[in-house]
């Protein structure tokens, strides 16, 4: 039995009161931290390509420069570091978002993957942050024996060759020098991305229409490529490398054509029944890789893979299809909810796989007898993980690119869908 004035309930009310205060500040603090962010993701503009003789100048000389935060003194006083330290991470955060939007919106023109890579490695040399990278060039791909990826990039010019950027960060407290101490550390997660720098369809070429809009093809690799520099510099724990398989889908003498049999890293033959089902190509690839060299590892993919996502969509989600992954699943759903980034979940239809079966290969990456093009691409690509792999595939086709009518502070073109829910995912 307890006395209402005795020393315990004493402090045990004070606890509670304590409680209660920081949570109703971290609860306001959450409120001041939305609303900024909602601000500065509106704010974005991509002017590198402007000049004073553009039509949009008025339009262009408007833009946010300050935000003033009003803060009562006591939790200025009592919780200055911690209201600071959650500014400073949303504001890493929104730096990567910008990031991937700036990499999306680049032209086709500019040697997109060598652009990418550039901007990564000063991103980490500007900010010291402890990733090490690795780049598989044209030629270590032939070594490797990745025939997709080869085979999607074999139509274009030498300045487009196919290539694969490998960002490895090793989770807190890692430094660039302690690298060999860590090889030994295997990821957590692997994020691989989507990085086709222009999409024309290869010989079964797109329609004008469709065509306007394929220098944003690598967004997947936009986003995992940002993310994981906004990871590092909010000094994130977890052990998590990042794969972007790069290449130009291109209409050229030495383009892939319709009946070809491109061999896979993994060793599976595979018959092209569409030369503009080649984001598949490159990351069944790279799945194959990823077991192959980190088989305990959670795989999340990102990429703009099928036209029907966005007639699907309308722009207002994503779709999530996985294998062994349930609970990471659900949580990615609900953290997209958190954020407003819709993800809605697919079936991978397993007992359908009769619609991939080939003739003459192992596996075709189309098939023409179904025509749910997001299941059957997840299909196809489910074919180069292992039976207990864990592995997440996002398809963001339609809200990565021109969603600002359906989210407003999305921008006119590139969205960066997918970096907010990566950091809300492994907060």
């Known amino acids: 039995m307890t006395h209402s004035n005795s020393n315990n309930d004493k402090y045990i009310d004070n606890d509670t009161k304590i409680q209660a205060l920081t949570d109703s500040i971290s609860g306001s603090t959450k409120i001041i931290e939305a609303m900024v962010e909602g601000l500065l993701l509106s704010s974005y503009k991509f002017l590198k390509y402007k000049t004073e003789n553009a039509l949009t100048k008025l339009k262009d000389n408007y833009r946010l420069s300050r935000i003033n935060i009003v803060i009562p003194k006591y939790q200025k006083l009592v919780h ?85 950027l490998i960002m490895k960060y090793y989770g807190k407290g890692f430094r660039k020098d302690s690298e060999t101490k860590s090889k030994s550390r295997n990821p957590e997660y692997v994020l691989l991305g989507k990085g086709i720098t222009f999409d024309t369809g290869g010989l079964n070429i797109k329609g004008s229409h469709s065509m306007f809009e394929m220098k944003t093809d690598m967004s997947g690799a936009a986003t995992v490529a940002s993310f994981l520099t906004g990871y590092a510099m909010n000094k994130g724990s977890k052990c998590i490398y990042t794969i972007c398989p790069f290449a130009e889908n291109s209409v050229g003498p030495n383009s892939i054509k319709p009946s070809d049999v491109l061999k896979a890293y993994n060793g599976k033959t595979v018959e092209i029944t569409d030369t503009d089902a080649e984001g598949r190509l490159i990351l069944a690839d790279c799945l194959a890789y990823i077991v192959d060299k980190y088989p305990d590892a959670t795989i999340i993919d990102f990429a703009t893979l099928t036209g029907q996502q966005e007639r699907l969509s309308c722009k207002l989600f994503s779709n999530i299809l996985s294998v062994n992954s349930h609970k990471e699943v659900q949580k990615l759903i609900e953290s997209g909810k958190e954020i407003n980034e819709l993800l809605v979940e697919l079936p991978i239809m397993e007992k359908h796989l009769k619609n991939l079966e080939s003739y003459v290969a192992d596996i075709k990456n189309v098939s023409f007898t179904c025509s749910a093009d997001i299941i059957m691409s997840a299909l196809f690509m489910r074919q180069f993980v292992k039976k207990n792999t864990k592995w997440m595939h996002i398809d963001i086709a339609g809200p990565s690119y021109k969603a600002n009518e359906v989210i407003k502070y999305a921008s006119p073109e590139a969205s960066g869908v997918g970096v907010r829910l990566l950091f809300a995912y492994f907060d």
């Open 80 to 164: 200055h570091n911690d209201i600071y330290n959650r500014f400073k991470t949303l504001d890493n955060q929104i730096k990567t978002v910008f990031l991937a939007r700036d990499l999306i919106n680049e032209p086709a023109n500019t040697s997109k993957s060598t652009l990418i890579i550039d901007a990564i490695k000063t991103i980490i040399k500007d900010n010291k942050l402890p990733i090490v990278l690795k780049i598989l060039e044209k030629k270590d791909l032939e070594k490797l024996g990745m025939g997709l990826i080869l085979g999607v990039g074999s139509g274009s010019n030498e300045e487009n060759s196919p290539r694969v």
